[in-house]
C-alpha cells in the first residue's frame, strides 16, 4: 500500500535489552543506523516488513552499503548482528524481512490511508456514474431534437406540398371558368344567319316606308 509516511518507533526501544548489548559493540553507531534504515525501507516498501530492491530482487550488503553511504564491512557485521539478534530473517532468497513488523508498522496511518482510498475510489466511481448519466441525458436530449427537427421538417413539407396542390386546383378552377366564360360569350355573339336575317328585315322595313 503507497502513501504510508512513518512508522512508529518506541521512545524507549534503547532501554531493551538487544540494544544495550548493541550499545557495548565497536560498531554501535552503525548498527543502530542500519537498523533504522532498515525499518525506514520497510515502512516506505510496505511489504509485510520485506525489504528489497524490486519484486524478485534482493538487497545485497554492497547495495545497502551505497544506500546508506556506509563502509561494506560495517554493513556485512550489522546484518549480521541484526539477524543474530532475531531482529531481522534473511530468507533463502536473500530477501531481508523484520522480525515483528507489527510492532513497527502504522496501523493508524495504514487504515488511514485505507479509508482515504476507500473515499477516493467511491468518489471516482460516482463521478464516473455521473459522466455516464450526463452523458446518457446529453444522448437523449439530442435524439429528441432529432426526432423533433424531423417533426417539423416533415410538417413544412406537407404544408408546402398542401399549398402546391391547392395553387394547382385554383389554377384548374380558373381555367375551367375561363373556358365556361369564353363558351357563354361565343353563344351570346350572333352568327352569319342572324346578320343575314336582321339585314333582310331592315331592308323589308326600308321597302315599306317608301
Known amino acids: 500500500m503507497a502513501d504510508i509516511k512513518w512508522i512508529k518507533l518506541a521512545t524507549n526501544m534503547h532501554d531493551d535489552e538487544k540494544m544495550k548489548l548493541i550499545d557495548a559493540m565497536p560498531k554501535r553507531d552503525t548498527i543502530h ?26 538487497l545485497t550488503a554492497k547495495m545497502l552499503s ?17 539477524s543474530n539478534f532475531g531482529m531481522i530473517e534473511i530468507d533463502s532468497d536473500k530477501v531481508i524481512r523484520i522480525v515483528n513488523w507489527d510492532k513497527h508498522q502504522n496501523i493508524e496511518g495504514m487504515e488511514r490511508v485505507r479509508e482515504q482510498n476507500r473515499k477516493r475510489v467511491e468518489n471516482h466511481r460516482e463521478k ?21 427537427e424531423e417533426f417539423i421538417e416533415l410538417e413544412e413539407n406537407q404544408d408546402f406540398n ?36 336582321n ?3 331592315n331592308e323589308e322595313a326600308s321597302g315599306n316606308t317608301y
Open 162 to 197: 398542401e399549398s402546391v396542390e391547392l395553387e394547382k386546383t385554383n389554377e384548374l378552377e380558373r381555367k375551367r371558368d375561363y373556358s365556361e366564360n369564353s363558351i357563354i360569350e361565343k353563344n351570346k355573339a350572333p352568327g352569319k344567319n342572324d346578320i343575314l336575317e
Open 128 to 148: 464516473k456514474k455521473e459522466e455516464k448519466n450526463l452523458a446518457k441525458s446529453n444522448k437523449e436530449e439530442t435524439q429528441e431534437d432529432q426526432v423533433l
Open 199 to 201: 339585314l333582310k328585315n
Open 33 to 58: 543506523y542500519v537498523w533504522i534504515r532498515i525499518l525506514l525501507l520497510g515502512g516506505k516498501l510496505n511489504a509485510n516488513g520485506k525489504v528489497f530492491l524490486s519484486e524478485g530482487k534482493p
Open 66 to 82: 551505497v544506500l546508506f553511504s556506509r563502509p561494506l564491512e560495517d554493513i556485512k557485521i550489522a546484518l549480521k548482528v541484526l
